[in-house]
């Protein structure tokens, strides 16, 4: 626990971390704003001034609210959050922290255990917050046919997927950034996943293997439905589960191989 409380204040301290966060906290506010836009267009009929996909103005009131609690934060948390991850995480190679870190804490599990937990508690935090400023704007400026279909457990809901969501692709990210030890190839690698995973690009080189990636094989868990012959709800959270697990488990084994391999040679 003490060292989970370190390695928190390590990640506060650092002005790249809070100036990542308004950052993010700025893209979420104007993603908000412009989904309300377009929801209150499509409420009062405006669609002809929109350019909207077929299936945007088919979903229903309760879908489209539900997708504007889903949208902003999802975008935030889940597209930006884990190349900012990679950046705070890397200075504890770029400025020598890590030596020092082990000259406080020997045990190398103690130090891997605190940076998994803080990342996990950073980054549910900040899916949180993003959500409740989302929602907060949505309850404020929704129309209110479809304010009736905003409440707190749906709110909620939503915003327990994202967080699962959200620890997986930092872990991810931290799982990156202990294997390049730089924070350019790591973010360079994070980059490039989502742009392969949305361009759409796998799904016409290999369906089963885009449905391996979160983005897409996870869409359905996000979202709360299956659309256009996507995987399904559990099969999305189960992925997201293993992922996470599979990745917790490759960090134990490569800092333990590197412990073993430095008392051999030291």
């Given at each position: 626990?003490?060292?989970?409380?370190?390695?928190?204040?390590?990640?506060?301290?650092?002005?790249l971390?809070?100036?990542?966060?308004?950052?993010?906290?700025?893209?979420?506010?104007?993603?908000?704003?412009q989904?309300?836009q377009?929801?209150?267009?499509?409420?009062?009929?405006n669609?002809?001034?929109?350019?909207?996909?077929d299936?945007?103005?088919?979903?229903?009131?309760?879908?489209?609210?539900?997708?504007?609690?889903?949208?902003?934060?999802?975008?935030?948390?889940?597209?930006?959050f884990?190349?900012?991850?990679?950046?705070i995480?890397?200075?504890?190679?770029?400025?020598?922290?890590?030596?020092?870190?082990?000259?406080?804490?020997?045990?190398?599990?103690?130090?891997?255990?605190?940076?998994?937990?803080?990342?996990?508690i950073?980054?549910?935090?900040?899916?949180?917050?993003?959500?409740l400023?989302?929602?907060?704007?949505?309850?404020?400026?929704?129309?209110?046919?479809?304010?009736?279909?905003?409440?707190?457990?749906?709110?909620?809901?939503?915003?327990?997927?994202i967080i699962?969501?959200?620890?997986?692709l930092?872990?991810?990210?931290?799982?990156?950034?202990?294997?390049?030890?730089?924070?350019?190839?790591?973010?360079?690698i994070i980059?490039?996943?989502?742009?392969?995973?949305?361009?759409?690009?796998?799904?016409i080189?290999?369906?089963?293997?885009?449905?391996?990636?979160?983005?897409?094989?996870?869409?359905?868990?996000?979202?709360?439905?299956?659309?256009?012959n996507?995987?399904?709800?559990?099969?999305?959270?189960?992925?997201?589960?293993?992922?996470?697990?599979?990745?917790?488990?490759?960090?134990?084994?490569?800092?333990?191989?590197?412990?073993?391999?430095?008392?051999?040679?030291?």
């Amino acid at each position: 626990m003490k060292n989970i409380s370190s390695e928190l204040y390590k990640i506060f301290s650092l002005p790249l971390f809070w100036r990542g966060v308004a950052i993010l906290i700025g893209i979420s506010v104007f993603f908000t704003f412009q989904n309300i836009q377009v929801i209150n267009a499509i409420a009062n009929g405006n669609t002809e001034i929109l350019i909207l996909e077929d299936t945007t103005s088919q979903l229903t009131e309760f879908q489209t609210v539900r997708d504007a609690i889903l949208s902003s934060p999802y975008q935030s948390s889940i597209l930006f959050f884990p190349i900012l991850f990679a950046l705070i995480l890397s200075t504890e190679y770029k400025f020598g922290q890590e030596s020092f870190t082990k000259l406080l804490t020997p045990k190398w599990q103690t130090v891997l255990t605190g940076q998994i937990c803080s990342g996990i508690i950073v980054s549910s935090i900040l899916t949180v917050v993003l959500s409740l400023i989302n929602s907060a704007m949505l309850y404020a400026m929704l129309d209110e046919t479809l304010q009736n279909y905003l409440n707190l457990g749906l709110v909620l809901e939503v915003t327990l997927r994202i967080i699962i969501f959200s620890i997986t692709l930092t872990l991810l990210s931290m799982f990156l950034v202990k294997i390049t030890r730089k924070p350019i190839p790591s973010v360079i690698i994070i980059v490039s996943i989502l742009v392969i995973t949305l361009s759409g690009i796998l799904r016409i080189v290999s369906p089963t293997l885009e449905n391996l990636f979160p983005l897409t094989g996870a869409k359905s868990f996000a979202f709360g439905r299956v659309e256009n012959n996507n995987p399904s709800e559990m099969y999305g959270l189960l992925l997201l589960l293993s992922q996470a697990s599979i990745v917790t488990i490759m960090m134990y084994i490569k800092a333990w191989y590197k412990n073993k391999k430095e008392k051999k040679h030291g």
